[in-house]
């Protein structure tokens, strides 16, 4: 199934007292590339958040967010560093002794200085097996947003095929009036000369201004690409480089066609042609 590189998904678990929860989002991106901001105290598991996320996505920026609360009525489990309380103590009271009017310090001030509190923090390794469920589940409901909008986009590309479609038997239709119309300009032509026609001469010309006019090959292989297009729609998940390099191809076919045509409705054709691609492109672009 095609899926869009754009999405967002969320999860959140309820663990030891304190709430998880993960947000990933992801837009579209060249090739895979997954940002990871996670507490501190799991930073150990980094390595495992990002082999996970390179198994489910294969395209796109991807920013994945831990973060933990405590959660509402539950207190925070705090003791104190007696070391380092003992050695800010001494500091202190040498400092006391060479200030004899220095103003004492108090219980909360020593409070205060860095590292004196030591917050309770959990095991990474009793987080693990939690934390990644979480973050599979996140997962998940990404894949599944991004295989819905993918969905649409298939949608949309599928009916600029049909289009297409009907723009290149548009121009193999009108092929038959062109080379009616050529004859016709060539024999006005000679006919303004006032000069004796060689009619084998004159087809020699006609047979010559058909093939520098000759679309035939161009409108095979925009059928062609066409019909793969359709193809890699219906049957590819990971198709997005495969569509754009499609696009391209086709792109180059239309610009043929308009550079050989030498006919109004045949030109039209090659811009509404361009036309369908390019909006054909825009969708791909976001396009895993």
Known sequence: MIRSMTSFAGSEMEIDGFVYGWEVRSVNHRYLDVSVRIPENLRVLEAEFRALVSQKLKRGKVDCSLSCQRQAGTRAQVSIDQQRVQGLIRIMQEIQAE?????????????????????????????EVPVVKLLEKALEELVQFREREG????????????????????????????????????????????????????????????????????????????????????????????????????????????????????????????????QMREQVQNIE
């Not at 509190?117 to 987080?127: M, T, V």
């Open 99 to 127: 200030m004899e009017e220095a103003a004492p310090v108090s219980a909360a001030e020593v409070m205060k200085f860095p590292g004196v509190l030591i917050e309770e923090k959990q095991d990474p390794a009793s987080l």
């Open 151 to 278: 969905n649409r986009l298939r949608q949309i590309i599928a009916e600029r095929c049909q289009g297409l479609h009907g723009q290149v038997e548009r121009v193999r239709t009108r092929l038959p009036e062109v080379a009616k119309a050529l004859r016709r300009r060539l024999a006005e032509k000679v006919g303004e000369l006032e000069a004796e026609l060689d009619n084998a001469r004159f087809e020699q010309e006609v047979v010559f201004m058909l093939q520098k006019m000759d679309v035939d090959e161009e409108m095979d292989r925009l059928d062609t690409h066409i019909i793969e297009v359709e193809r890699v729609l219906a049957n590819e998940d990971i198709a997005g480089r495969r569509l754009d390099f499609l696009l391209q191809e086709m792109n180059r076919e239309a610009n043929t066609l308009g550079s050989k045509s030498t006919d109004k409705e045949t030109t039209q054709a090659s811009v509404e042609m361009k036309v369908l691609i390019e």
